[in-house]
């Protein structure tokens, strides 16, 4: 039958497969395009100042007063080692069978190709005395908690982002990269260590996750994440990193620092963070192998490729980790249908989603 193709039927069905293909991948093609970070000159004397304290910055004098200002400092766990990658997961006190299972499941790998890789837990203090020592004892059994002097609530998580920074900056400023994620996220190490090393440009300036672009403030006064005016004035935030997930070098870590520590802003966290780089002059870079806050619908060679995947069910981590690392590798093809397939289901469950909220919507109207 294929023979029997006139030249305008070829055509017509490569241009659907094009057409496929430019809906599926074509966005991110498009966002790598306009978010790729140019070598940039700086004019800005603002920056440049900013730069140039995030160069001088000198933590040594400090590691004292630092390591005082956590309950659990864990000063010690990175001091001795080359590490690559530094993963820093922010979890909520009561959370331990969340942990446990992240070390049972992606957070159980220590190197990649001979590279180093450390996972923390970054956690804020319980309401309670009795949590505190159950904290304390799982830290003693692991040894990968940090603990901050603040009270763990969902308004103090700027705090803890920042805390995870000064750490770094403290206690592990030989690592390279600094992953920032949360306990929902399925992360796959292995692959983003991988992107990270075969990283050939100049490895400074680093920001990569899932890039927001033009988000609108939430400027409804009864609404939980409400932002006023008096702290945010502009129309739109400017481009930042989900902050499900997002990758910064070592530099960036001193210089977002920097200049925090010299902004007080109520607005949520991972915006935080890129208002922070931007005024030190550091542009997002996008990658779509972030998924931001999407679940990503599971397929074997679909999750060895990406980075990240959102709202995991404990059983759902247990199970596809297994089949994830079992070794067996994916040719190029089998990726490749991986990625359409998984792709094409996680549209299909925004729109079921869309749906079902609509109706809903709907239904109460009616109700109403
Ligand atoms: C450390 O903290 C103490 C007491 O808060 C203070 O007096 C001292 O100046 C601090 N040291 C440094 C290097 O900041
Ligand atoms: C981590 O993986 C190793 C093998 O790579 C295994 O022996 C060990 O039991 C795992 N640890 C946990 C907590 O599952
Ligand atoms: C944030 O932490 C500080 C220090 O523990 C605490 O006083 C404050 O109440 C916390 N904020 C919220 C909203 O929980
Ligand atoms: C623990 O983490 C999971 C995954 O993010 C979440 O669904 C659950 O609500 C958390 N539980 C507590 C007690 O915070």
């Given at each position: 039958m294929f023979c029997r193709l006139r030249t305008h039927q070829w055509c017509f069905i490569i241009f659907n497969i094009m057409l496929f293909h430019s809906l599926l991948f074509g966005g991110d093609l498009l966002e790598k395009y306009f978010l790729r970070s140019l070598p940039v000159t700086y004019t800005d004397m603002k920056i440049l100042q900013i730069r140039e304290k995030a160069r001088k910055l000198d933590m040594d004098p400090l590691k004292t007063n630092i390591s005082k200002?956590?309950?659990?400092?864990?000063?010690?766990?990175?001091?001795d080692q080359e590490v690559f990658l530094l993963t820093i997961v922010s979890s909520s006190p009561a959370n331990r069978t969340r942990r446990n299972l992240i070390r049972q499941t992606?957070?159980?790998?220590?190197?990649?190709r001979g590279y180093a890789v450390l996972i923390l837990f970054a956690l804020g203090k319980p309401v309670s005395e009795a949590m505190q020592l159950d904290i304390s004892e799982e830290s003693q059994n692991h040894g990968d908690i940090i603990e901050g002097n603040?009270?763990?609530?969902s308004e103090n998580q700027t705090l803890k982002i920042v805390m995870s920074m000064e750490w770094t900056l403290a206690f592990?400023?030989?690592?390279?990269f600094l992953l920032k994620t949360d306990e929902e996220i399925f992360v796959n190490i292995a692959s983003l260590a991988d992107y990270l090393l075969n990283?050939?440009?100049?490895?400074?300036d680093i920001y990569i996750g899932r890039v927001i672009h033009q988000e609108v403030p939430?400027?409804?006064?009864?609404?939980?994440g409400f932002v006023s005016l008096s702290q945010y004035q502009e129309q739109y935030y400017p481009d930042y990193c989900s902050g499900t997930a997002f990758v910064i070098s070592q530099d960036v870590v001193r210089k977002i620092y920097v200049v925090a520590k010299e902004t007080i802003l109520l607005v949520p966290p991972d915006v935080f963070v890129g208002i922070c780089a931007k005024n030190a002059g550091i542009i997002p870079i996008q990658s779509?192998?972030?998924?931001?806050?999407k679940h990503i619908r599971y397929n074997r060679c679909c999750y060895k490729f990406i980075f990240t995947s959102s709202g995991m069910e404990d059983d759902e981590i247990l199970k596809e980790w297994r089949e994830i690392s079992d070794g067996k590798d994916c040719t190029l093809l089998e990726t490749y249908y991986g990625l359409v397939s998984c792709r094409v289901l996680t549209y299909f469950d925004k729109f079921k989603h869309f749906n079902i909220e609509t109706i809903k919507n709907e239904a109460f109207r009616f109700t109403n």
């Open positions: 200002s956590f309950i659990i400092s864990s000063s010690e766990v990175c001091s992606w957070g159980n790998v220590t190197g990649i603040f009270l763990d609530s592990c400023s030989n690592a390279k990283l050939k440009t100049h490895l400074e939430d400027r409804d006064p009864q609404s939980k779509s192998r972030f998924s931001g806050k």
